[in-house]
């Protein structure tokens, strides 16, 4: 009978441990807000003046084409977008990659530096919220990100931005902030004198195909081709505006580029550190739980001893 009960006992433990894991918590990135995403499609001019309560939920994406955890978490953000008006960019991971074509080592890089990671897949919500992996406590995906996107940035004022396209590869963008719309941003969390606010263009790919992405996509939306920095809001003066002529990176394929205008705040240095730890390098970002493990180990030896006592 007790040999009966310990085959029973490994078969239970057996079918029940792998399936035991835990989900990351999303939590603060602790590096500074992002907000903005005034857009042009990069061969049409235009002006466009935005309130900053009106602009969208700034969505950062760390993904590959051989991440099938991605595909859950980026159709989980594309099922929410319409109701949150979250708006998507996606960072093709580039470092040490030999199978995602889709990405740049300057982007990843400035995606690592920023909020320390390495793995996909992850988001960022407006630059403050981190979440990694594609396991969620709460009751799915697009019910947890839904809270992250909907939260507010308590930021108010207007942003202008120009795009004065010159030729398929070049153009001149320009950006201003109002003078008295810097009351709130001074005010926003671990903001002192040491904190900055840069303003930078993103040069967005709407969608490259790439067929042999074993994640099954084909078609990668989103795509960050390129991040230009336009200049920096001098928040002790009245100089809030700036202009530059830039050169556009190449599409992956197709015509498809856009021009985004990113506001980027920055806390001081020395509070700049990983919030998040990388998850490992693997196309599954669930863990299985220590003590799991160790209580299945403790109860089968605990069953052998039973059956050897049984033919002594």
């Known amino acids: 009978m007790r040999k009966t009960f310990f085959l029973i006992g490994i078969l239970v433990l057996t079918a ?22 005034q857009s042009f499609e990069v061969n049409q001019s235009g002006s466009s003046t935005v309130n900053f309560s009106e602009m969208p939920s700034i969505v950062e994406v760390y993904t590959a084409t051989w991440c099938s955890n991605c595909v859950d978490v980026e159709h989980a953000l594309d099922d929410i977008e319409s109701e949150t008006g979250l708006q998507q960019y996606h960072t093709h991971r580039a470092i040490n990659e030999a199978q995602d074509p889709l990405g740049t080592i300057e982007i ?16 960022v919500f407006n630059g403050s919220v981190i979440k990694a992996g594609s396991v969620t406590d709460a009751e799915s995906l697009q019910s947890e990100f839904t809270t992250h996107a909907q939260q507010s940035m308590n930021i108010t004022g207007t942003s202008t931005f120009t795009w004065n ?26 903001y002192d004198e040491q904190s900055s606010l ?18 099954g996509l084909g078609d990668y939306p989103h795509v960050v081709r390129g991040i ?16 530059v002529n830039i050169t556009l990176p190449s599409a992956y394929d197709g015509d498809d580029l856009s021009i985004h205008l990113i506001y980027q705040f920055n806390l001081p240095a020395e509070v700049e550190e990983p919030v998040v730890e990388s998850p490992p390098l693997t196309d599954s970002p669930e863990e299985e739980v220590p003590a799991a493990s160790l209580i299945a180990s403790l109860c089968v030896l605990f069953a052998a001893v039973l059956t050897r006592r049984d033919r002594i």
């Open 16 to 37: 029940i441990g792998p399936a035991l894991s835990v989900a990351a918590p999303a939590t603060n990135t602790g590096v500074g807000m992002l907000f903005g995403g």
């Open 198 to 215: 840069f303003a930078y263009a993103w040069i967005v790919e709407q969608s490259a195909s790439f067929d042999e992405g074993s994640n």
């Open 108 to 123: 990843d890089q400035r995606f690592h530096d920023r909020y320390g990671v390495k793995a996909p897949p992850v988001v």
């Open 165 to 190: 396209s010159t030729s398929n590869s070049t153009g001149t963008a320009a950006w201003s902030i109002e003078p008295q719309d810097l009351t709130s941003i001074n005010q926003l969390d671990g």
């Open 228 to 243: 230009i920095e336009l200049g920096e809001v001098n928040m002790t003066s009245n100089d809030l505006s700036g202009s």
